[in-house]
Nanobody
Framework: QVQLVESGGGLVQAGGSLRLSCAASGLTFSTYKMGWFRQAPGKEREFVAAIRRDGVSTYYADSVKGRFTISRDNAKNAMYLQMNILNPEDTAVYYC?????????????????WGKGTQVTVSS
């Protein structure tokens, strides 16, 4: 049974940083592309960042480029999202996702497995 478990969310002031983690089990982690998505109240789920299987190719939403960094450790079956210079618009539930295909990195349809999410709240 595939499980993706996010952690590291919390409350932070604007300008601060958080590091999210995603622990994966029940799948051959190194064969999946991984992504972070987020959903704010009343809004659609949106793409944040993705990383290919090899951990070299990364993709970011324009809104987070230069502030967030995605990474993965295939030996630990883990993925991370370092979030810097946070602002209130980053407030959302952040979801970890795993997809077997090598494309559609920025679309939710490119991912088969999802975590339950972790709340990130940025105060002004």
């Amino acid at each position: 049974q595939v499980q993706l478990v996010e952690s590291g969310g919390g409350l932070v002031q604007a300008g601060g940083s958080l590091r999210l983690s995603c622990a994966a089990s029940g799948l051959t982690f190194s064969t999946y592309k991984m992504g972070w998505f987020r959903q704010a109240p009343g809004k659609e789920r949106e793409f944040v960042a993705a990383i290919r299987r090899d951990g070299v190719s990364t993709y970011y939403a324009d809104s987070v480029k230069g502030r967030f960094t995605i990474s993965r450790d295939n030996a630990k079956n883990a993925m991370y999202l370092q979030m810097n210079i946070l602002n209130p618009e980053d407030t959302a539930v952040y979801y970890c996702a795993a997809g077997i295909s090598t494309f559609r990195e920025s679309s939710p349809t490119g991912y088969e497995y999802w975590g339950k999410g972790t709340q990130v709240t940025v105060s002004s």
